[in-house]
C-alpha cells in the first residue's frame, strides 16, 4: 500500500457517502495500489468472492490473462465431476441410514453442482470466458459512471479527480502521476450540453 497518496477530506466524503455503491468499491480496491492493473474478473473475485472451491478459483486466475473465447472447463473435468458427485450420493445415502452427519457432503455437492451451472450451458455445452469478461466489463463500467455522474453533481472536484485517476477497461488501474487539479474544474456547474462533453470523453482501454 503506498501510503503518500492520501485523498482529499471532500472527496472521501464524497466517497464514504456512497460507500456501498459498487464504484466507491472499485475506488477503494484500486487507491491503495497504485499502477497495479487489475482484470475485471479479478476485481469482481475480490469485491464480491464467489463461493467456488479453491481449485476453481486458482484456475480461474490463471486463464484471466488470456481470457478471449477460452472454454470455462473441459469435458474430462466435467467427467470427473460427474463421477465425484456419483460417489457423493452414495455415501451420503449411506450416512443417512447410519443417522451419522453428512452436512459436509451436502457441501461438497453443492460446491461440484455450481461449479457446472456456472461453466455450462443448459444444452451441456461448455461457456466461453469471453461472454463472462465483456459482462464483468459492462457491470464495472456502469458502476463507475454512475459514480462519476453522482460526483459530478454533489462534488465537482471528486468528479475530476477520479476521471483522472482511475483507468477503466478490460484492465483498471489508479494512475498517481496525473495533475489533480485539471483546467476548468471551477467550471463544472455549466449546462447540460458540457455535461454530455464530460462524459463522452470518459476514457475507456
Request: one cysteine or more.
Amino acid at each position: 500500500m503506498n501510503n503518500n497518496i492520501k485523498l482529499k477530506p471532500s472527496i472521501r466524503d464524497f466517497l464514504d457517502n456512497h460507500a456501498d455503491w459498487w464504484g466507491v468499491k472499485i475506488v477503494y480496491l484500486l487507491f491503495p495500489k497504485p499502477e497495479e492493473r487489475f482484470h475485471v474478473c479479478r476485481m469482481s473475485q475480490i469485491l464480491d468472492p464467489p463461493d467456488y472451491p479453491a481449485w476453481q478459483l486458482e484456475r480461474l486466475n490463471r486463464m484471466l490473462e488470456h481470457a478471449n473465447g477460452i472454454p470455462q472447463t473441459d469435458y474430462q473435468t466435467l467427467r470427473d465431476i460427474d463421477k465425484r458427485l456419483e460417489r457423493l450420493i452414495a455415501t451420503k445415502a449411506e450416512l443417512m441410514t447410519a443417522q451419522l452427519d453428512y452436512a459436509y457432503i451436502d457441501k461438497e455437492t453443492d460446491a461440484l453442482v455450481d461449479y457446472r451451472n456456472e461453466t455450462t450451458r443448459p444444452n451441456g455445452n461448455i461457456k466461453n470466458f469471453r461472454q463472462d469478461v465483456h459482462r464483468e466489463i459492462q457491470r464495472h463500467r456502469k458502476a463507475f459512471l454512475r459514480l462519476l455522474k453522482a460526483a459530478l453533481i454533489e462534488c465537482p472536484e471528486a468528479y475530476y479527480y477520479l476521471k483522472a485517476h482511475v483507468q477503466t477497461g478490460l484492465y483498471y488501474m489508479w494512475i498517481s502521476d496525473v495533475d489533480d487539479e485539471p483546467a476548468g474544474c471551477d467550471q463544472t456547474r455549466t449546462n447540460k450540453k458540457s455535461t454530455r462533453q464530460h462524459f463522452h470523453g470518459h476514457r475507456r482501454c
